[in-house]
């Protein structure tokens, strides 16, 4: 339980301290987020809980595809000044394209 509440705590400052950071410098806290700092986070906790090579093996394959298609959520941003869109249905249409993401990911993991 104290390891568990350990991955909260540490998870939620990154976070936290990312979004804090968005107001102040967003270019540097959009790099920052975009490092893989979940991914090393993740992937530590998970073959220190588990102590399972093969797993992790197959978790961080299945990071590698995800990344790439996580992208899909931010394309309406690019276009959001061209069509003339509002936050909400920008967002609402970046969490559409990760579900349709999803799909693609959980398609292409078949073959991992």
Do not use: C, R
Request: aromatic share 22%; hydrophobic share 60%; net charge positive.
């Amino acid at each position: 339980m104290i390891f568990f509440t350990l991955k909260i705590v540490l998870s939620a400052i990154i976070i936290a301290f990312a979004s804090w950071l968005s107001g102040q410098n967003p270019k540097l806290a959009g790099f920052i987020i975009a490092l893989p700092l979940v991914s090393l986070i993740a992937i530590a906790f998970s073959y220190y809980e588990h102590n399972d090579i093969e797993k992790t093996v197959l978790f961080t394959k299945s990071i590698l595809v995800a990344v790439p298609v996580s992208y899909l959520f931010f394309l309406p941003f690019f276009f959001a000044k061209s069509f003339n869109m509002n936050f909400f249905l920008i967002y609402g249409t970046s969490l559409g394209f990760i579900v349709v993401g999803f799909f693609v990911h959980k398609y292409i993991s078949n073959f991992l």
